[in-house]
């Protein structure tokens, strides 16, 4: 009984320590176009977003496709590290975290 209390206090230690780890991975993606870079954590909290183009001439629809696109494809790759974090401390796959 007292090694499964060990063995939980123990995986929620290595969980807060994956969570800081997330909280602290922070990446870029840049828009297909090089217009957008977004800066996001694994955890997925959006830390900056910087524009590169000419306001006078923008295409809203096509800016509103590259802000979505891009953050979709941030969003994923947050997903990806997570993943890989929980399976070095689980060693296992989790599924729904890919």
Known sequence: MFDKIKQLMEMQKKMAEVKRQLESAV???T???G???LSMSATGDVKSVALNIDFKTVNKIELESSLRD???RALSRSHEIA???MKDVSGFDIPGLK
């Open 27 to 29: 990446f870029e993606v």
């Open 31 to 33: 828009s297909s176009d």
């Open 35 to 37: 217009t957008l870079k």
């Open 70 to 72: 891009t953050y979709n």
């Open 83 to 85: 993943a890989q974090k």
